[in-house]
T-cell receptor
Framework: GAGVSQSPRYKVAKRGQDVALRCDPI?????LFWYQQALGQGPEFLTY????????KSGLPSDRFFAERPEGSVSTLKIQRTQQEDSAVYLC?????????????FGPGTRLTVT | AQSVTQLDSQVPVFEEAPVELRCNYS??????LFWYVQYPNQGLQLLLK??????LVKGINGFEAEFNKSQTSFHLRKPSVHISDTAEYFC????????????FGTGTRLLVSP
């Protein structure tokens, strides 16, 4: 079956523009995660959904970042008034259920470059 | 707070040689440990995980790792590497607090040459 897909794969935005990044998780997966990976760094947790409920958004770096998963499937990460420090790869991951032992399956990421 | 340290940013090795990628973690609670591999322009793929039980964990592609609680380490090993193992390797930790939020290290680039 299909894995986690993300679109667009690459996005160039001028500073101050708004962007929306899409994640299509594996069908039936309850849990969905967003991570931010800066150049040369490991991924850093942004936010977590269980179905449509956003249970943890402690990693969102500012109130310019907003994520939603209204029907418990596709998720969108929105960044308002982009800044250069927002340049990174944004990774989405999904897992079948909540809890230990359930593998997180990662998408290929969206590379955002803010100029 | 949890943290993961991968001291080696890059490890060069010849094909068919053994390799060890080091990972140390800090946490005040019981942890779950993971190794992921990232090939260029691809997402992360799980190599192996330690949740409980035997401290020697075997994963895909011939990799294994050993959980050492006293040394707070979870080093990744492979007895004989291939060119195709060239990739970025990430160690990660979770406190198992309900939904497996992962904290990653900065990664180690494994460079396998002929």
């Amino acid at each position: 079956g299909a894995g986690v897909s993300q679109s667009p794969r690459y996005k160039v935005a001028k500073r101050g523009q708004d962007v929306a990044l899409r994640c299509d998780p594996i069908s039936g997966h309850v849990s969905l995660f967003w991570y931010q990976q800066a150049l040369g760094q490991g991924p850093e947790f942004l936010t977590y959904f269980q179905n449509e409920a956003q249970l943890d958004k402690s990693g969102l770096p500012s109130d310019r970042f907003f994520a939603e998963r209204p029907e418990g499937s596709v998720s969108t990460l929105k960044i308002q008034r982009t800044q250069q420090e927002d340049s990174a790869v944004y990774l989405c991951a999904s897992s079948l259920a909540t809890g230990d032992g359930y593998e997180q399956y990662f998408g290929p990421g969206t590379r955002l470059t803010v100029t | 707070a949890q943290s993961v340290t991968q001291l080696d940013s890059q490890v060069p090795v010849f094909e068919e040689a053994p390799v060890e990628l080091r990972c140390n973690y800090s946490s005040s609670v019981s942890v779950y440990l993971f190794w992921y591999v990232q090939y260029p322009n691809q997402g992360l793929q799980l190599l192996l995980k330690y949740l409980s039980g035997s401290t020697l964990v075997k994963g895909i592609n011939g990799f294994e790792a050993e959980f050492n609680k006293s040394q707070t380490s979870f080093h990744l090993r492979k007895p004989s590497v291939h060119i195709s193992d060239t990739a970025e390797y990430f160690c990660a930790v979770s406190d198992g607090g309900g939904f497996q939020k992962l904290v990653f290290g900065t990664g180690t680039r494994l460079l396998v040459s002929p």
